[in-house]
């Protein structure tokens, strides 16, 4: 897809016999400005007589290549670094080798018509010894929609190892609340959002006391009755050593949803984050 970078040779100053000819230059300016359309730009617009032009078009954050079978059979050094992918397994399994592992570099793929299914993976498999975390030397994508993420973390003795994400490509995944704070027995509160944004949220508590010694932590649901602003809550999954450190209640003022917290006794550091929310009739 890509030729390496290409200088001109500017030659010797004021010495006219030395460095590239103009036709020279020109080829070598066309090489750089073909591989950038072909990195930032759709690379199936480019074609072998006029190379894109007139067709392609750069895109500023990058392009997600929908290449053809044919490309990932003729990469057995593995795809490019850096590359972004879109594939389309809706004929069949396909393999991708993945490159060279290199330190701090990564590789994105995306499903983006669902056709990622256990019988119709994306099979990656490593160069050399490198590894996946986890799996060795293959990873098989089968989750429709996904957008999965490696990135090389580390080299343990010359061997590269890949860390990978793989999360939704759509749906509602916005943290309602994540917040750190110092309780005392006073009420604080803590504005979460916009109660028409929420139907259920899913929240993880944690206190733990001045001095160290005791600790709750929790998980909560919570539930909004949107026809009269009541807040239900339930308390679930509970650790603690001592009691509980602290209260939590939730109300709605001017229509936003709110946590009312405060500590049972001395102080408290206190985190609160949502893991998880829903909004009946969100795309």
């Known amino acids: 897809m890509q030729e390496y970078k290409t200088l001109i040779d500017t030659g010797i100053k004021g ?16 090489i750089n400005t073909n591989n950038l359309y072909n990195v930032f730009g759709d690379y199936r617009l480019f074609d072998e007589t006029m190379q894109g032009q007139g067709k392609q078009k750069l895109h500023g954050t990058g392009y997600y290549q929908k290449h053809t079978r044919m490309y990932y059979l003729d990469t057995p050094e593995g795809v490019e670094m850096g590359s972004l992918h879109d594939v389309d397994t809706s004929t069949g399994k396909l393999d991708i080798k993945l490159p060279p592992a290199k330190l701090g570099e990564g590789i994105i793929i995306i499903n983006s018509n669902g056709s990622l299914s ?11 010894s490198d590894t996946i975390a986890g799996h060795g030397a293959r990873l098989s994508l089968e989750m429709p929609k996904t957008k999965t993420t490696l990135w090389c973390t580390r080299q343990d003795q010359g061997i590269g190892v890949w860390e990978y994400r793989i999360e939704s490509m759509f749906g509602n995944h916005q943290l309602a609340v994540d917040s750190d704070l110092m309780l005392d027995t006073t009420e604080k509160t803590i504005e979460i959002g916009n109660v028409d944004h929420y ?13 160290q010694k005791s600790f709750k932590s929790s998980e909560m649901l919570i539930s909004i009755l949107h026809s009269s602003n009541e807040v239900y809550k339930t308390e679930y999954a509970v650790l603690k050593n001592n ?17 009312k917290v405060k500590s049972l006794s001395g102080n408290v550091a206190f985190s609160i984050k949502s893991i998880g929310t829903i909004k009946v009739g969100a795309v």
């Open 15 to 30: 010495n006219s016999s030395t460095g590239d000819i103009l036709y020279d230059g020109g080829e070598k300016l066309n």
């Open 118 to 128: 256990k019988d119709t993976p994306v099979i990656l498999s490593t160069f050399g």
């Open 199 to 211: 139907n259920t949220i899913k929240l993880l508590l944690h206190g733990v006391s001045q001095n």
């Open 243 to 259: 009691g509980d450190l602290f209260s939590i209640d939730f109300i709605i003022e001017s229509g936003i949803l709110k946590a």
